[in-house]
């Protein structure tokens, strides 16, 4: 068993959280707080050294970058909200955020989520002398085509179309089945590297 | 001021942006670059809208002593113990770095593992193949799960293989298809609000 006391720390957060798989109970409610409030404490602390103090006390008290006061300006009315009377305030750097959100969106995007995807999908529909390419690039096509016509809600789905939205169906359920194996494996191996600490770094076992 | 302000913002920034973008001039570059600079420190100093947030809940909890108040107390002196220690001590402070690399990631890490056996009653769930595209899905998820594991190129060396072209070819097309439907969504979501249309982010009707 090890010595150390971060491990038999850890292993008791270990366990201890795990200990909700059997049903609620209030050492996993300790560490849920516990969880909550170190994350948040050290996302404030790692924003307040690396981003705000910098902004402070190097650009607006050194640097003199005056213009730094309209955003902080427009940060400081997000507080606003917990006003009743002045809360309205709080939209105003909702409004900046949202409006260079959205130019972002419609200046930035477009090419790599749209244009890039469409031209990703511009196969040869004949590959000479390969066959298992060939029908790969059609089955690439025709998936993306089909579930494309499946997203699209402008018309009632009839006849020829709607079977071929059936077929982007199709692609979903095996896209959807995929991505969730993915996930489910990912998981196992985080589950597999606590239990191999449990197991070796805490109790000792086969090392 | 309540309702044109906030509207007229959105609009004058967000056209300015996409202006200094669209426009290929040396003199409007500058323009972009402070815009994103703004946006950078706006999101920046909000950040303690999340900590006031997380006080009032559980401040109001532990006042009134609501059920489990006690667990609410735990969560703010936690809180503001940490970031007085971080502030105090600094980013380099030894029991700053102890609490988060070992009070921290063992809990963080166990939370996203016990989320294999959440996963694992939902599998349950969606894979009772009740109808063909739930078996589809099912046959889809166990070919890829047998596949990437070495079970399965014990069993049969074409199923990692088979697990890959399913990867690969269907799964690529469909979320290709995927992605390029969110990217209309986003943009025509974008343009509803650049034009004022949108408003209900901002509690308008």
């Given at each position: 068993?090890?010595?150390?006391?971060?491990?038999?720390?850890?292993?008791?957060?270990?366990?201890?959280?795990?200990?909700?798989?059997?049903?609620?109970?209030?050492?996993?409610?300790?560490l849920?707080?516990l969880f909550?409030?170190?994350l948040a404490g050290?996302?404030?602390?790692?924003?307040?050294?690396?981003?705000?103090?910098?902004?402070l006390?190097g650009r607006?008290?050194?640097?003199?970058?005056?213009?730094?006061?309209?955003p902080l300006?427009?940060?400081a009315?997000?507080?606003?909200?917990y006003?009743?009377?002045y809360?309205w305030?709080?939209?105003y750097?909702?409004?900046?955020?949202?409006?260079?959100?959205a130019?972002?969106?419609l200046?930035?995007?477009?090419?790599?989520?749209?244009?890039?995807?469409?031209r990703?999908?511009?196969?040869?529909?004949?590959?000479?002398?390969n066959?298992?390419?060939?029908?790969?690039?059609?089955?690439?096509?025709?998936g993306?085509?089909?579930?494309?016509?499946?997203?699209?809600f402008?018309?009632?789905?009839?006849g020829?179309?709607?079977?071929?939205?059936?077929?982007?169906r199709?692609?979903?359920?095996?896209a959807?089945?995929?991505l969730?194996?993915d996930t489910?494996?990912?998981?196992?191996?985080?589950?597999?590297?606590r239990?191999?600490?449990?197991?070796?770094?805490?109790?000792?076992?086969?090392? | 001021?309540?309702?044109?302000?906030?509207?007229a913002?959105?609009?004058?920034?967000?056209?300015?942006?996409?202006i200094?973008?669209?426009?290929?001039?040396p003199?409007?570059?500058?323009?972009?670059a402070?815009?994103?600079d703004?946006?950078?420190?706006?999101?920046?100093?909000?950040?303690?809208?999340?900590?006031i947030?997380?006080?009032?809940?559980?401040?109001?909890?532990v006042?009134?002593?609501?059920?489990?108040?006690?667990?609410?107390?735990?969560?703010l002196?936690?809180?503001?113990?940490?970031?007085?220690?971080?502030?105090?001590?600094?980013?380099?402070?030894?029991?700053?770095?102890?609490?988060?690399?070992n009070?921290?990631t063992?809990?963080?890490?166990t939370?996203?593992?016990?989320?294999?056996?959440?996963?694992?009653?939902?599998?349950y769930r969606?894979?009772?193949?009740?109808?063909?595209d739930a078996?589809?899905?099912?046959?889809?998820?166990?070919?890829?799960?047998?596949?990437?594991?070495?079970l399965?190129?014990?069993i049969?060396?074409?199923?990692?293989?088979?697990?890959?072209?399913?990867?690969?070819?269907?799964?690529?097309?469909?979320?290709?298809?995927?992605?390029?439907?969110?990217?209309?969504?986003?943009?025509?979501?974008?343009?509803?609000?650049?034009?004022?249309?949108?408003?209900s982010?901002?509690?308008?009707?």
């Open positions: 068993m090890s010595n150390d006391i971060w491990v038999w720390i850890g292993a008791f957060l270990t366990l201890g959280t795990y200990s909700i798989l059997f049903k609620d109970n209030p050492v996993y409610r300790v849920e707080a909550v409030a170190i050290h996302s404030v602390v790692i924003n307040w050294y690396n981003f705000q103090k910098p902004t006390t607006l008290g050194e640097g003199k970058e005056w213009t730094l006061i309209i300006f427009l940060a009315l997000m507080y606003f909200r006003s009743r009377k809360a305030l709080a939209r750097p909702m409004a900046f955020l949202m409006g260079i959100g130019a972002y969106v200046t930035k995007n477009l090419k790599p989520m749209f244009l890039a995807q469409a990703a999908t511009m196969l040869p529909l004949w590959v000479p002398g066959i298992g390419a060939t029908i790969n690039n059609w089955i690439v096509v025709i993306v085509a089909s579930v494309l016509t499946y997203f699209f402008t018309i009632r789905k009839q020829p179309v709607n079977a071929f939205s059936r077929v982007g199709i692609y979903l359920m095996i959807f089945g995929a969730f194996a489910v494996l990912g998981r196992v191996s985080v589950t597999l590297v239990f191999q600490f449990l197991l070796q770094d805490w109790l000792g076992l086969g090392m | 001021m309540k309702r044109e302000g906030p509207v913002l959105l609009m004058i920034s967000g056209f300015l942006y996409i200094s973008v669209i426009v290929a001039s003199a409007m570059e500058p323009v972009a402070t815009l994103d703004w946006y950078k420190v706006v999101v920046g100093f909000i950040n303690l809208v999340g900590v947030s997380l006080t009032q809940v559980n401040g109001r909890a006042l009134r002593r609501s059920e489990g108040w006690f667990y609410n107390a735990i969560l002196v936690v809180l503001y113990g940490y970031i007085i220690l971080g502030l105090v001590g600094g980013l380099h402070n030894v029991a700053f770095n102890l609490i988060y690399d009070i921290l063992p809990i963080l890490m939370i996203f593992s016990t989320l294999t056996f959440w996963i694992g009653s939902a599998a969606a894979f009772r193949a009740k109808n063909a078996a589809i899905l099912l046959v889809a998820a166990v070919v890829v799960m047998i596949g990437r594991v070495t399965g190129s014990a049969s060396p074409a199923i990692p293989k088979a697990a890959e072209w399913i990867l690969n070819f269907p799964t690529v097309a469909g979320m290709r298809a995927i992605e390029m439907s969110a990217a209309i969504g986003g943009i025509v979501l974008a343009l509803r609000m650049i034009t004022g249309l949108e408003r982010f901002m509690g308008f009707d």
